[in-house]
């Protein structure tokens, strides 16, 4: 097993398949000094948990690695990356993680479980009454960014900018950007600073029900969310918000489209339809990898690891390994249990985790409910170059004469 097998199962090539199958049964680790500036990929299930929620292994370095690569001045502007919950550590990690959650209440999520359904609902009628076309754009990419901005405050008239805005922004995750690409990122975030910098001055003048409105009182209480926290961190649940879970959306509509067998269960089965949205975060989750750095000399079930070195978690081969999961390549929605690790483990486990299964499950019953008036082209599917997160670009789909469900 060689790098040239990890990078193959990061590409969205034919091969990426049979990479990951073969990486989640191969070696627990596989050193790869071509991916960034060298990296141990670890991609075996047990090492990939642990790691996940071991407390010897920091995320800041990954921050500050991206940073590296860029040129001063931008390096500059999106240094509050750091402050990213993503990938700040301790002690900085579970305060805002913890006021973070403080504005993210479950109770302001349940709030939008009705909102959701009917928005998927609507989604899917008007793009079956336009006739269909790409259902990234129409379905998936919609319902997510429609559901962070209102949770945000952010108006209707403002989002498809702001959207526009965030879908640069993440090109900081990007191992390597060309220059056009860091005058993108360069604009982006300074017009997203911006917009939310006004955003909370409009809420510390008259506080709504959103999340914005909840950080501003979490300052006003006195808690230690600093201003620059408080605005990067919003850009970050924005990006957040709706690119990983776009991501998963559009996963879920081409694993439903190729799997019409389950449609009546989906839609009788509160239970089997989580169960297929878990097994497509275990098959096809869009978080494929994440990194971690080692804070001192130590071992990994017998892999030695120097102080410094920079590691990556292979999620996608972990999801599949036959030491866990039975059959780990077939799509049992009905598997259970189901301990994929799509959404992280541990203390940087994705927080927006709940929500993020609402919307996937709202869309695919939506979707489900009218899917023999769809057709997607499946062999027409494309997806973003991202060795990052896996999210189609197109997903060309037709209508077709059917009753409606």
């Known amino acids: ?34 991916l960034g500036s060298g990296r141990l990929v670890f991609t075996r299930y047990r090492e990939v948990r642990h790691l996940l929620r071991a407390s010897g292994f ?29 990938y700040a550590d301790a002690p900085q990690h579970p305060r805002i993680r913890t006021l973070l959650s403080k504005a993210f209440a479950p109770r302001r999520i349940a709030a939008l479980e009705r909102h959701i359904a009917d928005a998927a609902d609507e989604l899917v009628k008007r793009f079956i009454g336009s006739g269909g076309g790409d259902a990234v754009s129409g379905l998936a990419e919609p319902l997510p960014v429609d559901t962070i901005s209102t949770l945000l405050g952010i108006p209707v008239a403002d989002r498809a900018t702001v959207k526009a805005w965030s879908d640069d922004v993440i090109l900081l995750t990007e191992p390597a950007l060309t220059g056009d690409q860091e005058q993108q990122l360069a604009r982006a975030w300074t017009q997203l600073a911006s917009y939310f910098g006004d955003l909370i001055e409009q809420r510390s003048a008259r506080a709504g029900d959103d999340i914005v409105s909840a950080l501003v009182d979490v300052e006003a209480q006195g808690d230690s969310l600093t201003r620059i926290e408080a605005v990067s961190n919003l850009i970050a649940l924005l990006v957040g918000g709706h690119e990983t879970t776009g991501g998963l959306i559009s996963a879920l509509l081409l694993a439903a489209a190729e799997h019409p067998e389950h449609w009546d269960r989906v839609l009788a089965d509160d239970a089997f339809a989580a169960g297929f949205v878990e097994e497509v975060l275990r098959l096809y989750g869009p978080a494929m990898i994440t990194a971690r750095t080692a804070a ?17 978690l292979l999620q996608s081969s972990a999801n599949r390994d036959p030491d866990i999961f039975e059959e780990p390549e077939e799509f049992r929605p009905d598997r259970s249990p189901n301990p994929h690790v799509a959404f992280g483990h541990g203390p940087h486990a994705c927080f927006g985790a709940a929500l ?11 979707f489900v409910r009218r899917a023999d008036q769809l057709r997607i082209q499946v062999d027409q599917v494309a997806w973003k170059p991202s060795q990052v997160i896996r999210s189609a670009s197109l997903l060309p789909t037709a209508v077709v004469s059917g009753s409606t469900r």
Do not use: H, K, Y
């Open 1 to 34: 097993m060689d790098q040239q097998t990890v990078l193959a199962s990061l590409n969205t090539g034919a091969d990426r398949e049979d990479a990951l199958a073969a990486l989640a049964r191969g070696p627990r680790a596989v050193d790869c000094p071509d």
């Open 58 to 86: 920091t995320c800041a370095p990954t921050a500050r690695g991206m940073l590296d690569e860029l040129p001063p001045e931008l390096r500059s502007l999106v240094g509050p990356v750091t402050s990213w919950v993503l």
């Open 296 to 312: 001192a000399d130590c071992d990994v079930f017998g892999i030695p690891i120097r102080a410094g070195r920079r590691l990556v």
């Open 356 to 366: 993020a299964r609402m919307e996937a499950t709202a869309m695919l019953r939506a």
